[in-house]
């Protein structure tokens, strides 16, 4: 057993227990060796047992069609394959150190600490027993010219540098109410900074709160633009949520708005809206840990790879991404719907795997979920549409390939496909899109770039998972559906966005995905103003059609970046090199608005207090960007991160030949929408706002890519 796993588990337990003297008892041991075997037994019981008690939840509910959000969630937003394993694993951890600190706290009152009582020995069978001492083993990286699907040996020296079900990384310490795992705010009394935190919830109806009759939309970006931010999103991270919606010590359903590990409820004041008696709060599980070996502090999980790889399309994990492939055949295809198609092209396959929860948004049609590389994929019919029009793009180079050289294998055929579609994503991200969110501070914050640095961490910084969520301001509340002369398409041309959650059969009963493509390339993104954050769609109506009451996408928001013990507004400002402001004045020059300022100052008292992603979003813009100076700096440093820490970036010379660079340089978003649907005209740029027709040209008029210098 490695010392290392020794002693950081020992570290742990005694930082656990709260020593009530500073007296020893002499070295004695008081828990024996069986004492710690049945500790942990019993943790893994209970935490199998909340696992096991909400997969039968939701089936009962399913079949009921009343299932609770928080269990629908519980489900589409879990951990696959090895991650689910390292999250089972971080779970029995904490709740075995959670029964030993009762156990000695219960026997000796007066304990000084428990390294008195825990021997190497008894540390070394918890690692073991729980499964943390075989999490992130020495691995040896064989040479390979292509990525691993869950991003390991990307970085050859440190193998689990960004791979998936790895902790999400920090750039500054966090900051826990406990100092080790518990959420800021989470003792609703307890002051920071001078101050008790406010509600997440009365934030968001202070702050964010808009009408959608007054919405004003973004005359320079379009629909487009909004989801390809979501897409990219979905590359790079998910905060994996403990996947129990009860608590593992009281067995407590945190529907009832509870504060018990692993539940953290979104709590509703007398005033809300919302506050009835009997519903007075919304459920949020807090996001699942990975195990503490080597650092007692709580650390979330990232379920994908940290690198801009094609992962949604494919998977994080070699069991999923086996299950998306097409094995009737020798020429490296994705596998395709047998029942539905497109008219005449493929619709991603349905998942046979989930509950049918899809099917509850229509039961009289009956169409399950689609599966996809990444578990969100039937959120919303624009995400939906973007992961069926990668699956043929996949499939259409594939084909291509195997014209090109027949005698590749099926594996080959399929690795330099998925090769060319991470690549493709990245030239798409980083050349075409991250400088119409940035603006004229792009090339400040992304440089060109220059080579590959092993010694680059490439990992998802846990802030960037909040400031990410800055595209949540950019959604309409409707879903458009038009023409094929982009005039609006029956039999619904204009959907609320909360009637289409988690509904493929929008998709598969309503004319496929040109008439959703042609929607988001006309139509405009909702431009994020101080008095107009988020559409109440989001904020008020999340996913309510699976129950009756939707979620508030800000105040989960607010209360994730919480969970993961993000340090203040401040704390930010200081460390992208911006002014702190210290009072109502310098917080109203920052943000150019002194009514917002105000409003801040009311809610939190003190600008150190201000959650990221509420102080991030209320910043007014670049020039020719859509976000403030504050998450410009912190999307800037984790894409050139991102970047420049990936041995596979497509600009590299060791990667592709400089004719194959060429070839992935031409090729935009309109091209691959024009190779892989029925679409005849486009605009050029498919992120900007475009008029019809003049802006539009014929698909005929754009080069297929050129795939000749893969010929071998």
């Not at 060796?33 to 939840?57: F, G």
């Not at 945190?254 to 692993?262: E, F, G, I, L």
């Not at 070699?318 to 299950?323: C, E, G, I, S, Y």
């Amino acid at each position: 057993m490695n010392c290392r796993y020794i002693s950081a588990v020992f570290l742990l337990a005694s930082l656990l227990i709260q020593a009530n003297s500073d007296s020893s008892p002499g070295g004695e041991n008081i828990l024996n060796n069986n004492d710690v075997r049945n500790s942990v037994n019993e943790a893994k019981k209970l935490v199998d047992s909340a696992y096991y008690q909400t997969r039968t939840s939701l089936k009962v509910r399913s079949k009921r069609e009343d299932a609770k959000i928080s269990d629908i969630m519980a489900f589409f937003k879990q951990a696959v394959g090895g991650a689910r394993n390292i999250v089972r694993s971080a779970d029995y951890l904490d709740v075995t150190l959670q029964l030993v600190a009762e156990k000695l706290k219960i026997n000796y009152p007066q304990a000084a600490n428990v390294s008195d009582y825990l021997t190497e020995e008894q540390n070394e069978i918890i690692a073991q027993l729980t499964g943390c001492a075989y999490q992130y083993l020495p691995k040896f990286c064989e040479p390979a010219p292509y990525r691993t699907i869950t991003g390991e040996c990307n970085n050859r020296k440190k193998p689990y540098l960004g791979a998936s079900g790895t902790g999400f990384t920090r750039l500054l310490k966090p900051e826990y109410e406990d100092g080790i795992s518990l959420p800021r705010g989470w003792t609703p009394s307890r002051t920071i900074h001078g101050f008790t935190l406010p509600l997440a919830r009365d934030v968001s109806n202070e702050v964010v709160k808009i009408s959608t009759e007054s919405l004003k939309l973004d005359d320079g970006r379009s629909l487009m633009f909004m989801q390809w931010a979501q897409w990219i999103d979905h590359d790079l991270t998910f905060s994996v949520p403990t996947p129990t919606t009860s608590s593992f010590l009281q067995n407590v359903d945190c529907n009832n708005c509870v504060k018990t590990h692993p539940c953290f409820s979104l709590m509703f004041s007398p005033g809300d809206p919302r506050y009835i008696k009997g519903t007075e709060c919304i459920g949020m599980i807090r996001t699942a840990s990975v195990c503490r070996l080597t650092n007692p502090v709580r650390e979330q999980m990232n379920g994908l790879t940290s690198y801009i790889d094609a992962s949604q399309v494919y998977g994080n994990d070699n069991h999923v991404a086996n299950m998306l492939r097409n094995n009737t055949n020798q020429l490296g295809l994705l596998a395709i719907n047998q029942i539905f198609s497109d008219n005449g092209l493929s619709f991603l396959s349905f998942n046979g795997n989930a509950p049918d929860q899809c099917s509850m948004s229509n039961p009289s049609l009956g169409v399950p979920c689609f599966l996809s590389g990444d578990s969100r994929a039937n959120e919303q019919p624009m995400l939906t549409t973007f992961h069926t029009l990668f699956m043929r793009e996949h499939n259409r180079l594939a084909t291509e390939l195997h014209k090109l050289n027949p005698h590749w294998s099926e594996e080959k055929l399929y690795q330099e496909a998925r090769k060319i579609m991470g690549a493709v994503f990245q030239k798409i991200t980083y050349k075409d899109w991250i400088h119409l969110l940035l603006g004229d501070e792009t090339s400040k914050n992304i440089p060109t770039y220059t080579s590959y640095s092993e010694d680059v961490n490439p990992a998802i910084a846990n802030v960037f998972t909040i400031a990410f969520r800055m595209g949540h301001t950019l959604v309409q509340p409707f879903v458009y559906r038009l023409a094929e002369d982009y005039s609006p398409a029956s039999p619904e041309p204009v959907m609320p966005i909360f009637e289409t959650f988690f509904a493929p059969w929008r998709i598969a009963r309503q004319g496929g995905i040109d008439p959703i493509l042609r929607g988001m390339m006309l139509n405009k993104a909702k431009l994020n103003l101080q008095d107009q954050i988020m559409v109440d769609a989001l904020r008020e109506r999340l996913f309510p059609v699976v129950n009756r009451i939707g979620r508030d996408l800000a105040a989960l928001n607010i209360q994730r970046g919480r969970d993961h013990g993000l340090p203040g507004y401040n704390a930010w400002r200081r460390f992208c090199g911006l002014s702190a402001p210290r009072n109502v004045d310098e917080l109203a020059d920052i943000l150019k608005n002194r009514e917002l300022a105000e409003k801040l100052i009311h809610l939190y008292g003190t600008p150190e207090n201000i959650d990221i992603f509420v102080g991030g979003i209320s910043e007014p813009f670049n020039s020719n960007g859509r976000i403030g100076k504050l998450f410009t700096c912190l999307i800037g440093n984790q894409f050139r991160r991102t970047r420049d820490g990936d041995r596979f970036y497509y600009e590299s010379p060791s990667v592709f030949s400089s004719a194959q660079i060429r070839s992935i340089q031409s090729v935009t978003l309109a091209q691959i929408i024009c190779a892989n649907t029925n679409i005849k005209k486009v605009p050029r740029n498919v992120f900007m706002v475009n008029k019809f027709p003049e802006d539009f040209i014929e698909c005929s008029n754009f080069p297929v890519m050129d795939l000749t210098p893969w010929k071998a």
